[in-house]
């Protein structure tokens, strides 16, 4: 299973970006996704997660009522939607495949990961 990241880029405080995370060639509807996050000096951070048929989610708390996380199976698609941006925010975010689909916000959880896309916030 190979994940790939789009969306990132460089946006003003305050401002919006919509990350996608798909699989060409494979099926995303038999795994939990989350999304995570790595400042330069920073240890590797869980933001959100989603069950594999999207009922459940899971926030961080840095994140909550800013990020919105959805999925798509028919479009094999997962989504994170990120309003008022921070500075903090600024960070390589991955997003990671659980085939036991239980939406722990922790990296050792997921077995499959993409190669991340950069998001930066400054003005």
Avoid at 15 to 20: E, H, K, M, N, V
Avoid at 33 to 59: C, D, H, L, N
Wanted: glycine share 12%; proline share 3%; charged share 15%.
């Amino acid at each position: 299973l190979q994940l790939v990241e789009s969306g990132g880029g460089l946006v003003q405080p305050g401002g919006s970006l919509r990350l996608s995370c798909a699989a060409p060639g494979f099926t995303l509807d038999d795994y939990a996704i989350g999304w995570f996050r790595q400042a330069p000096g920073k240890e590797r951070e869980g933001v959100t997660s989603i069950s594999s048929i999207g009922t459940t989610t899971r926030y961080a708390d840095s994140v909550k009522g800013r990020f919105t996380i959805s999925r798509d199976n028919v479009k094999n698609t997962v989504y994170l939607q990120m309003n008022s941006l921070k500075p903090e925010d600024t960070a390589v975010y991955y997003c990671a495949a659980d085939s036991h689909d239980q939406l722990f916000l922790v990296g050792l959880a997921y077995q499959y990961w993409g190669q991340g896309t950069q998001v930066t916030v400054s003005s």
